[in-house]
C-alpha cells in the first residue's frame, strides 16, 4: 500500500460564472521516502490538488466533488474533521510558497513552532521548547536560542522559509506537502533549502509531494513526476523517464520551451497560446487548441498509453520512442 | 537609424562610478543614521545592438542601477554616458526629450499598465508628447501596427489592461517600449513572472524587435538560463558592486569569480541524469547598509582568506573584455575551479 493514493480526484469551484473543474480526474500515488513532481503552469490545477489532499479548500465555493485520497489506507475526503486535525500538521505537513505571508507576524517564530507540537504531542512547554530549539539548529538557523525569541519580520526571506520548514517537521510527518517552496528564493537560497528537505526526507523516510512549475528543480529531486495540464493528469512517469522520454505533446513542448535546452540566441520553441481558464477548458483533451499534432478525433477524451514502468500518458497521438528520443538528443 | 562613423565602435551607454545610496532616517527627529548602499560605484559598457544581462540575488543592486541609470531614480554619483551626453547632468527638459531613447520594461505586468487608460492611450500618448504623431487619433493608429508587431490584435486598442493576461500585459508594455523607436531598453526581470511556454514567446519577440529595431538591452534578471539563452555580455553583481563583467562564452564556460561561479552551480538544470556537485554558499546576502569589509563576498566565499576580509580586491582583466574583481586573480588570469580548489586546500 503507498503511502498517498489519490483516485480520480475531482474538486471543482461553483462560482457565478458556473461548476469550474479545477481538478477534474487527478490520480497518482507516493510511497515513502519517495518525491513526486507535480508540475505544470499556472493554473494547471496544482496548488488546488495540493490543498484538496488537506481538504484546505475554501467551501463554499470549492467542493471535492468525486474521488478518494487515501493516506495510509484512511479516505481524508470523507473523514470526519476531528480526526482529520490529527491527520493535518502531524502526520500530513505543508509548506507554503510565500514565507512571507504564511507566518503570523504578531507571535515569535518560536511560539509558533511550538504550538504545532504542543497540540499533536504529548509534551509541556519546557520540551516543546527545546524541540523547537533542535528544530531550529537542524533547518541552519544561526543561534538558535535569540533566533527563537525573532518575531517574522526580523528574519530575511530565506530564514522565514527554514522556520516554516522547521514547523513543518516538527512533528516528524509521514508526507510534507511542499508547495513551490523556493519559487520566492534566490538560486544559492533555494539548493540550500532543496538540499535541505532532501537530508531531513532522507533521515525519517518521509513522503514528498513538491509541486513547481521549474523543470530544474524537478530534475533535480524527484523521483516520480506527475504532468498536470487543465486539471488533468497529462502524462506520469520516473523523472529519468519523463525527461527521456518526453510522450505527451505538452511535457515534450515544455521541455523544449527551456531556453537552457536551446542554442543561445536561437528561437525558443513555443507552445502557441496560454493555459485556458477553467471557464474554457476545451472538449475531449484539453490540449488540443494548443497542440500541434491535433486532429478532429481530440474532440473526445484521450486514451491511457501505458509504457510500463509506470510511464502513463493520456493522449490520442503520443510522440513515438524515436520522436521523444530526438527531443533529448538536442540537448547534447 | 544612422550613427556618424566615429561613434560606432564607441559603446552606446557608458556607466562609470555609478552610485545610489537611499538614506536611513530613525528617531523622533528623523537623523540620517546611514545609508542603504543598493549601488556602490558600477562601471560598465553597453556596445550598440548588445544585450547585457545583469544577474544577481535579491537586494545585489540590479534594479537599482537599472533605474538610476535611466534616471528614473536619481543617482548620487557616476556619470551615464548616452548619446553624447551625460545623463545624470540633464536639465530636465533635456532629458524628457532623451527619454525617447532609453526605455524600460517592468518585472510586473499586473501593476505598470495604468488601469484607467486604454491600451491605444498607453501606447499612444508617448508618442504624441515626443511629436511621433500629430494627435491622439494619429497615435491609435499607430498603436495599433504596434500592437500587431508584438503579436496582439490591433483592435485591442479600445480595450482596459484588466482584460488581458500576464503574457499579453508583457507585450503591451513591449510595444509601449519599442513605440518612440528608441535605442537602448532596460528589460527588469521583463519575463520572470510568465509562465514556461508564454516566457518562451515573449523571448522570442524580445529577439525579434531587437533585430528590427538595432536594439540595445540590459536585461536585469536572476535567471541564468534566460542570460545564457539571451545575452552577449554577463554583468554579475554581488552587494552592489560588480563581481564580474564578461563575454557570455566566457562567464558560462570559465567563469572566475567564486560567486559566479556558485550562482552558475546553484541552477538546477532540467536533467536528471546530468546532477552536479554544487557549491554550497552558506547563509544569506549580508545588508546592503553594513557591508562586510574587504571583499563583499568574503562572509560567503568557500575560498575566502585574510586579505579578503582585510582589502577591497582590485578589477582584473582576465581575458578579452573579461573583469573579475577578486583577490584570487592579483598575478593570474587562468580559472580556479572552486570545487577542485576546496577539495585540494581540505587535502592539503
Redesign the interface.
Known amino acids: 500500500m503507498a503511502l498517498l493514493e489519490v483516485d480520480n480526484l475531482q474538486t471543482h469551484f461553483f462560482t457565478d460564472k458556473g461548476q469550474l473543474p479545477s481538478v477534474d480526474g487527478v490520480s497518482f500515488e507516493i510511497e515513502k521516502g519517495e518525491t513526486v513532481g507535480i508540475v505544470g503552469e499556472s493554473g494547471c490545477g496544482k496548488s488546488v490538488t495540493a490543498m484538496s489532499i488537506l481538504r484546505l479548500i475554501p467551501q463554499p465555493p470549492g467542493r471535492i466533488v468525486g474521488g478518494q485520497i487515501r493516506f495510509k489506507g484512511r479516505d481524508l475526503a470523507t473523514m470526519p474533521i476531528d480526526q482529520l486535525r490529527k491527520v493535518r500538521g502531524n502526520e500530513i505537513s505543508v509548506i507554503f510558497q510565500e514565507p512571507m505571508t504564511s507566518l503570523n507576524p504578531v507571535y515569535t517564530v518560536g511560539d509558533q513552532i511550538m504550538e504545532a507540537i504542543l497540540l499533536h504531542q504529548a509534551v509541556e512547554e519546557e520540551a516543546a521548547r527545546s524541540i523547537a530549539l533542535e528544530m531550529l539548529d537542524k533547518v541552519g538557523i544561526p543561534e538558535p536560542v535569540i533566533s527563537i525569541d525573532k518575531y517574522p519580520h526580523q528574519m530575511s526571506g530565506g530564514q522565514k522559509q527554514r522556520v516554516m520548514i522547521a514547523m513543518a517537521l516538527s512533528c516528524q510527518p509521514d508526507l510534507l506537502i511542499a508547495d513551490e517552496p523556493t519559487t520566492a528564493l534566490d538560486v544559492t537560497i533555494q539548493a540550500q533549502i532543496l538540499e535541505l528537505i532532501r537530508e531531513l526526507q532522507r533521515t525519517n523516510d518521509m513522503g514528498v509531494m513538491l509541486i513547481t512549475h521549474d523543470l530544474g528543480v524537478v530534475a533535480e529531486s524527484c523521483d516520480k513526476v506527475v504532468v498536470l495540464y487543465a486539471g488533468r493528469v497529462a502524462e506520469t512517469a520516473s523523472a529519468v523517464d519523463l525527461f527521456d522520454r518526453p510522450t505527451h505533446p505538452y511535457t515534450a513542448g515544455l521541455l523544449q520551451a527551456l531556453p537552457d535546452r536551446a542554442n543561445p540566441g536561437a528561437r525558443l520553441y513555443t507552445i502557441d497560446g496560454m493555459v485556458p481558464p477553467p471557464t474554457d477548458f476545451p472538449q475531449g483533451c484539453r490540449f488540443n487548441n494548443r497542440c500541434p499534432r491535433a486532429t478532429p478525433e481530440c474532440q473526445t477524451v484521450p486514451p491511457l498509453h501505458d509504457l510500463g514502468d509506470g510511464h502513463k500518458v493520456w493522449c490520442h497521438h503520443p510522440l513515438s520512442a524515436e520522436e521523444s528520443a530526438a527531443l533529448s538528443g538536442e540537448d547534447a | 537609424m544612422t550613427r556618424p562613423q566615429s561613434e560606432r565602435t564607441e559603446p552606446l551607454v557608458k556607466v562609470r562610478g555609478l552610485k545610489k545610496y537611499f538614506p536611513i532616517f530613525k528617531g523622533f527627529f528623523r537623523q540620517r543614521v546611514g545609508d542603504v548602499k543598493a549601488v556602490d560605484g558600477i562601471s560598465f559598457d553597453i556596445m550598440p545592438a548588445e544585450t547585457v544581462a545583469m544577474v544577481g540575488?535579491?537586494g545585489c543592486g540590479k534594479t537599482t542601477a537599472g533605474r538610476s541609470l535611466l534616471r528614473l531614480i536619481e543617482p548620487n554619483a557616476g556619470t551615464v554616458h548616452f548619446r553624447g551626453k551625460n545623463i545624470p547632468d540633464l536639465a530636465p527638459e533635456e532629458l524628457r526629450k532623451m527619454r525617447r531613447y532609453m526605455q524600460i520594461i517592468f518585472q510586473d505586468p499586473y501593476s505598470s499598465l495604468n488601469p484607467r487608460q486604454t491600451i491605444g492611450q498607453i501606447i499612444g500618448t508617448p508618442l504624441v508628447l515626443h511629436g511621433l504623431a500629430k494627435n491622439q487619433r494619429e497615435a491609435e493608429g499607430m498603436a495599433k501596427e504596434l500592437l500587431e508587431k508584438v503579436g496582439l490584435q490591433a483592435r485591442y486598442t479600445s480595450r482596459y489592461p484588466h482584460e488581458f493576461?500576464g503574457?499579453q500585459r508583457q507585450r503591451i508594455g513591449i510595444a509601449r517600449a519599442v513605440a518612440l523607436n528608441p535605442d537602448f531598453i532596460v528589460c527588469d526581470e521583463a519575463v520572470s513572472a510568465l509562465?514556461?511556454?508564454?516566457?518562451?514567446?515573449v523571448?522570442?519577440l524580445l529577439?525579434d524587435l531587437k533585430d528590427e529595431y538595432n536594439l540595445s538591452y540590459l536585461f536585469i534578471t536572476?535567471d541564468?538560463?534566460?542570460v545564457?539563452?539571451?545575452s552577449d555580455r554577463v554583468v554579475v553583481m554581488y552587494l552592489g558592486q560588480v563581481a564580474e563583467n564578461a563575454p557570455?562564452k566566457a562567464i558560462f564556460s570559465k567563469p572566475r569569480h567564486p560567486y559566479t561561479q556558485?550562482?552558475l552551480?546553484?541552477?538546477?538544470?532540467?536533467?536528471?541524469?546530468r546532477?552536479r556537485q554544487?557549491i554550497?554558499?552558506p547563509?544569506?546576502?549580508p545588508k546592503p547598509s553594513n557591508p562586510p569589509s574587504g571583499c563583499r563576498f568574503h562572509t560567503r566565499c568557500p575560498l575566502a582568506e585574510a586579505r579578503c576580509s582585510q582589502a577591497v580586491p582590485d578589477a582584473h582583466e582576465v581575458g578579452e573584455d573579461h573583469i573579475v574583481v577578486c583577490h584570487l586573480y592579483d598575478g593570474r588570469t587562468e580559472p580556479i575551479d572552486v570545487l577542485e580548489e576546496m577539495a585540494r586546500r581540505k587535502g592539503a
Open positions: 540575488e535579491s493576461s503574457g509562465d514556461v511556454s508564454v516566457q518562451a514567446q523571448l522570442n529577439l536572476h541564468l538560463s534566460v545564457r539563452h539571451v557570455n556558485a550562482l552551480s546553484a541552477v538546477p538544470r532540467a536533467d536528471p541524469r546532477k554544487r554550497m554558499l547563509g544569506d546576502v
